[in-house]
């Protein structure tokens, strides 16, 4: 606010006041000249007014006075006013001042922020392209330095494998000389042994003009008539199917014993062991050395009354006529089921009797195998078991052979369930009739990952069973290819072999009674005399395999194996196979039972297919077909 903007207003109230007292036109004064020039006409004023009446004088300078006072405080108010707006004016100078300064050290400081900042930022990319720079180095030194580890690694490989081609070369040459000088002395001993056991051995059967079933043949070949002192009786055939007293309904129910209430003849031990050589395996003898206080064999009295169903008779009278061996030894033409050779003319023709002498169509069931260690200690594997062997199948008519009825002997389907970290896992075989021309061939169904896979090619001698202790062509005596072999038929011999071994399966005995260290219990087992066809196999020269030889005990009744014996690549005798074997009711023929396979070296063994904690198979189910055993129905298995 101005000076003249507030003073006007006091200025003309005073004047007003003035003309009213005074009666003289008022002047209203703009400014101090102004109220100086006022004061002039009032003395004028009070001299002509000293010329009137006293009263009217002191009025007129009663007036004067106020106007003059009035002046003074309008002049002071100004002042005032006026110092109020200087100060106002200094107040807002400053203020200015003052802002502009705030905003100068503001901009300072802001301006050296933006400098810091920019040296910081600078600095920082310094810094990143001095690491960057010091990395690329150091990824440039590392890749050199891989490189030439890398070729290092190269040279050091090609002349590592240089040198192991060398030494398999000096190896594989060495390996054959060794091999030479081993087959020159397996020969050797084998001649020597022939020699001096050729008085063990019986005459060959002259087979010429007879016909199966007469001129004192069974109806699988085997030799109808008695040993001379009686030892081993005639060939009777009464028992087909359930024996007339013994309580038994179907297949799968325990087997009743028929010869349950018989005493032994006599005991074989340690101490009357010469006695017996004669009638005794190499490896049953060596059984004895090993364990002289424990292993002995008690012999019953011998029978050969069961008979097989019509069915296995007529088809192994059709291959009588009609099958040859094919494919060196590992084929059959003109199969039809049954036994392919009961004539036999060679070891080979031999052992592919054994190999299929299994008159059941399916083995459905739990089986137990068992290693147990010379400590005592036990590993156990069960699996759920289901087996069909198409060529033994009710359904084909005899006549239809080979791969009309198809390529596989036998299909598996195994289910584990111990041990228990393998529960769950489930595997198909398809186990070729000749294994030279059609692979083995197996699935596996792992629970962990609920996938299926192809199984690496087995056989031959791949370790099987817990324990590793038998090889998988041990399985049934022979299951595998038969090429890397050469097979020779030493003849014939009576020998004491596991028979009728109902005894061994008695759900009555646990396994912890059965299994003892070193050999199964021998109160549980039976032996009868019989006549074995004795068959040799010799390893190639050019062949591998963990057994340089084997020795078959095959009995001549139902051609299956008894007794084997497998020798390592020393000659030294390794193992020991005795093989159970029963008469089944229901399918009218002997089938194959526990297994014991005898480590001499470690002094361990396995027993196969037990049932004692289980439960007898069923030898009678309907067969799935070959579907079932396909990877595409494993995997459907595995992910219900």
């Known amino acids: 606010m101005?000076?003249?903007?507030?003073?006007?207003?006091?200025?003309?109230?005073?004047?007003?006041?003035?003309?009213?007292?005074?009666?003289?036109?008022?002047?209203?004064?703009?400014?101090?000249?102004?109220?100086?020039?006022?004061?002039?006409?009032?003395?004028?004023?009070?001299?002509?007014v000293s010329k009137q009446e006293p009263s009217d004088v002191a009025a007129a300078e009663a007036a004067n006075q106020d106007s003059l006072e009035s002046a003074k405080a309008v002049k002071a108010e100004a002042a005032k006013a006026k110092a109020a707006e200087e100060a106002h004016l200094a107040a807002e100078a400053a203020a200015v001042v003052e802002a502009r300064r705030t905003a100068e050290a503001k901009a300072a400081e802001a301006e050296e922020q933006a400098r810091i900042a920019a040296e910081s930022e600078a600095a920082e990319?310094?810094?990143?392209?001095?690491?960057?720079?010091?990395?690329?180095?150091?990824?440039?030194?590392?890749?050199?330095?891989?490189?030439?580890?890398?070729?290092?690694?190269?040279?050091?490989?090609?002349?590592?494998?240089?040198?192991?081609?060398?030494?398999?070369?000096?190896?594989?040459?060495?390996?054959?000389?060794?091999?030479?000088?081993?087959?020159?002395?397996?020969?050797?001993?084998?001649?020597?042994?022939?020699?001096?056991?050729?008085?063990?051995?019986?005459?060959?059967?002259?087979?010429?003009?007879?016909?199966?079933?007469?001129?004192?043949?069974?109806?699988?070949?085997?030799?109808?008539?008695?040993?001379?002192?009686?030892?081993?009786?005639?060939?009777?055939?009464?028992?087909?199917?359930?024996?007339?007293?013994?309580?038994?309904?179907?297949?799968?129910?325990?087997?009743?014993?028929?010869?349950?209430?018989?005493?032994?003849?006599?005991?074989?031990?340690?101490?009357?062991?010469?006695?017996?050589?004669?009638?005794?395996?190499?490896?049953?003898?060596?059984?004895?050395?090993?364990?002289?206080?424990?292993?002995?064999?008690?012999?019953?009295?011998?029978?050969?009354?069961?008979?097989?169903?019509?069915?296995?008779?007529?088809?192994?009278?059709?291959?009588?006529?009609?099958?040859?061996?094919?494919?060196?030894?590992?084929?059959?033409?003109?199969?039809?089921?049954?036994?392919?050779?009961?004539?036999?003319?060679?070891?080979?023709?031999?052992?592919?009797?054994?190999?299929?002498?299994?008159?059941?169509?399916?083995?459905?069931?739990?089986?137990?195998?068992?290693?147990?260690?010379?400590?005592?200690?036990?590993?156990?594997?069960?699996?759920?078991?289901?087996?069909?062997?198409?060529?033994?199948?009710?359904?084909?008519p005899v006549g239809k052979v080979d791969e009309e009825i198809g390529i596989n002997a036998g299909l598996v389907h195994i289910t584990l369930e111990k041990p228990e970290r393998q529960k769950g896992q489930m595997t198909v075989v398809h186990e070729a009739l000749d294994q030279v021309t059609h692979d083995r061939k197996a699935w596996v169904y792992v629970p962990g990952s609920r996938r299926v896979r192809r199984a690496p090619t087995v056989g031959h001698d791949t370790p099987d069973g817990p324990g590793g202790l038998v090889t998988i062509d041990d399985s049934l005596g022979f299951n595998g290819a038969m090429d890397r072999y050469e097979w020779s038929l030493l003849g014939r011999k009576e020998v004491y072999i596991p028979y009728h071994t109902y005894k061994f399966d008695s759900p009555d005995v646990d396994y912890e009674t059965l299994l003892e260290s070193g050999h199964a219990n021998p109160e549980f087992m039976r032996y009868e005399l019989h006549r074995v066809w004795v068959v040799e196999a010799n390893l190639k020269a050019d062949a591998r395999h963990v057994y340089a030889k084997r020795r078959f005990y095959i009995d001549e009744d139902s051609w299956h194996i008894t007794l084997l014996e497998s020798y390592d690549g020393r000659g030294d005798l390794w193992r020991v196979g005795v093989l159970n074997t029963v008469y089944d009711f229901a399918v009218k023929g002997y089938v194959a039972r526990a297994q014991m396979f005898h480590d001499l070296q470690s002094g361990g063994y396995i027993s196969l297919r037990m049932i004692n904690e289980t439960s007898p198979s069923n030898l009678m189910g309907q067969p799935k077909g070959e579907r079932y055993y396909s990877p595409a129905n494993l995997r459907k298995l595995g992910t219900r």
């Open 125 to 396: 990319a310094q810094e990143q392209a001095r690491l960057a720079n010091e990395a690329q180095a150091a990824e440039q030194a590392r890749i050199a330095a891989e490189a030439t580890a890398v070729e290092d690694a190269r040279i050091a490989a090609e002349a590592q494998k240089a040198e192991q081609a060398r030494i398999a070369v000096q190896a594989e040459k060495a390996e054959k000389a060794r091999r030479a000088a081993e087959q020159a002395k397996l020969a050797a001993a084998a001649a020597a042994a022939s020699a001096a056991a050729s008085s063990d051995y019986m005459p060959a059967i002259d087979y010429n003009g007879k016909k199966l079933g007469q001129n004192g043949l069974t109806p699988l070949g085997a030799d109808a008539s008695g040993n001379a002192d009686g030892s081993i009786p005639a060939w009777t055939g009464s028992m087909q199917g359930v024996p007339a007293g013994l309580a038994y309904t179907q297949s799968g129910d325990i087997r009743p014993d028929p010869y349950g209430n018989e005493e032994p003849l006599l005991t074989i031990h340690s101490d009357n062991l010469n006695e017996h050589k004669n009638r005794l395996s190499e490896g049953q003898i060596e059984l004895f050395k090993k364990y002289p206080d424990s292993f002995y064999i008690h012999v019953y009295p011998s029978h050969r009354d069961g008979r097989y169903n019509s069915l296995w008779e007529k088809r192994t009278a059709f291959n009588n006529e009609n099958t040859k061996l094919v494919n060196g030894v590992d084929g059959l033409r003109n199969y039809t089921g049954g036994i392919p050779f009961p004539t036999p003319e060679n070891g080979a023709e031999v052992l592919w009797n054994a190999r299929v002498a299994h008159p059941q169509a399916t083995i459905m069931g739990v089986l137990d195998d068992i290693a147990v260690y010379l400590n005592g200690n036990k590993q156990e594997r069960r699996q759920v078991y289901t087996t069909e062997f198409p060529f033994s199948s009710p359904s084909n």
């Open 2 to 48: 101005s000076i003249t903007r507030f003073l006007c207003p006091l200025i003309c109230t005073f004047a007003i006041v003035s003309c009213k007292s005074v009666d003289v036109e008022p002047t209203v004064p703009t400014d101090n000249n102004a109220a100086r020039q006022t004061e002039k006409p009032a003395e004028s004023i009070s001299e002509s």
